[in-house]
């Protein structure tokens, strides 16, 4: 969800070749697979085009990106366990962190209902709003 809202809204200002992407997590439970139906229901609900197949995170993310997030404290920990992240620890931030309400931990909604889903949704949007505002732009 976080990847489709952020590149909605880096289109929607025009700095599609400024920005690059990606998301993945931290184990290898759904390598291959499509996003969960409720997150593709919520983020169309949003406006929101979601195209995305699963995958893990490696050592060759920390190394091209400029910013990894991660979602909460676990999947940051996981992170910093890869071999070699220690050299990229400074490009790793839980993504709440800019978020204008507070930091904290994006919940997962795996477990709950469209309510949930929708939660999410308003906390990544604010924050990815926010990260887009204080990171500089071309």
Same mark, same amino acid.
């Given at each position: @969800?976080?990847?489709?809202?952020? %590149?909605? %809204? *880096? ?13 993945? +997590?931290?184990?290898?439970?759904? /390598? ?15 406006? /929101?085009?979601?195209?995305?197949? +699963? ?5 060759? &993310?920390?190394? %091209?990106?400029?910013? /990894?997030?991660? @979602?909460?404290?676990?999947?940051? &920990?996981?992170?910093?366990? !890869?071999? $070699? ?6 490009? *790793?931030? !839980? ?6 309400? $507070?930091? +904290?931990? *994006? =919940? &997962? =909604?795996?477990? $709950?209902?469209?309510? &949930?889903?929708?939660? *999410? ?11 887009? %505002?204080?990171?500089?732009? =071309?």
């Amino acid at each position: @969800m976080a990847e489709a809202i952020f %590149k909605h %809204k *880096v289109s929607e200002q025009g700095l599609d070749g400024y920005w690059e992407a990606d998301s993945c +997590g931290t184990s290898n439970y759904h /390598v291959g697979d499509d996003p969960d139906p409720r997150t593709i229901r919520n983020a169309h609900k949003n406006g /929101v085009p979601i195209r995305h197949k +699963g995958r893990q995170l490696s050592l060759a &993310d920390l190394q %091209k990106f400029d910013w /990894v997030m991660a @979602m909460d404290r676990s999947n940051y &920990d996981n992170i910093m366990r !890869l071999p $070699g992240a220690d050299a990229h620890a400074s490009k *790793v931030r !839980l993504v709440r962190a800019y978020d204008p309400l $507070g930091p +904290g931990e *994006v =919940p &997962d =909604p795996y477990d $709950g209902t469209e309510a &949930d889903f929708q939660h *999410v949704f308003d906390i990544l949007d604010r924050t990815l709003d926010n990260f887009l %505002k204080q990171e500089v732009q =071309p």
